[in-house]
T-cell receptor, first 115, second 110 residues
Framework: AAGVIQSPRHLIKEKRETATLKCYPI?????VYWYQQGPGQDPQFLIS???????DKGSIPDRFSAQQFSDYHSELNMSSLELGDSALYFC??????????????FGPGTRLTVL | TQLLEQSPQFLSIQEGENLTVYCNSS?????LQWYRQEPGEGPVLLVT?????EVKKLKRLTFQFGDARKDSSLHITAAQPGDTGLYLC??????????FGKGTMLLVSP
């Protein structure tokens, strides 16, 4: 079965640089969530999109922005990177119709390292 | 304030032992998900429970949702080294984002 795809899997950036993370949800899934997970932490919700519109906002810094495109893939844009942005970034998707609407399926994550 | 409290935070056991992980909240959830995560990888969904009192079994794993839908437990029978990982519970309330517990790190030694 198709899963959530994230790219790149690993990314190394310098302070003050920008980064773009991509997420391709499971086909026919209409909602995408972005999470940040620091070492030894649980995933922290950043932002979500439903049908290409922002649906919820969590602890996303103003330096970050995200969008969902017409093909439902999403991109997380991170600017003025700081050392503290080093973390695993996960994308999750879910489908509104059928199954449990609460269930989210996670991608493998992007490990961002800011030097 | 952590809305979902998981316990224990860390568990180290020998192969063949049984264990139970708890996920408790003072809030009601419409569903409870359990995920297992390995280092550097994304959380993998194990099960979703939606009905109060529901019990689901996945091989040696038994999941239960409390009658009041405020708590859940994960019981593993005869643990194996392959069960090692971070177990996360997450509560859902309709179409909003999930609330995660802090996780339980399980280490099963041969």
């Amino acid at each position: 079965a198709a899963g959530v795809i994230q790219s790149p899997r690993h990314l190394i950036k310098e302070k003050r640089e920008t980064a773009t993370l991509k997420c391709y949800p499971i086909p026919r899934h209409d909602t995408v969530y972005w999470y940040q997970q620091g070492p030894g932490q649980d995933p922290q919700f950043l932002i979500s999109f439903y049908e290409k519109m922002q649906s919820d906002k969590g602890s996303i810094p103003d330096r970050f922005s995200a969008q969902q495109f017409s093909d439902y893939h999403s991109e997380l844009n991170m600017s003025s990177l700081e050392l503290g942005d080093s973390a695993l970034y996960f994308c999750a998707s879910r489908i509104l119709a059928g199954g449990s609407p609460d269930t989210q399926y996670f991608g493998p994550g992007t490990r961002l390292t800011v030097l | 304030t952590q809305l979902l409290e998981q316990s224990p935070q860390f568990l180290s056991i020998q192969e063949g032992e049984n264990l139970t992980v708890y996920c408790n909240s003072s809030s009601v959830f419409s569903s409870l998900q359990w995920y297992r995560q390995e280092p550097g990888e994304g959380p993998v969904l194990l099960v979703t429970v939606v009905t109060g009192g529901e019990v689901k079994k996945l091989k040696r794993l038994t999941f239960q949702f409390g009658d009041a839908r405020k708590d859940s437990s994960l019981h593993i029978t005869a643990a194996q080294p392959g069960d090692t990982g971070l177990y996360l519970c997450a509560g859902g309330r309709g179409y909003s984002t999930l609330t995660f517990g802090k996780g339980t790190m399980l280490l099963v030694s041969p």
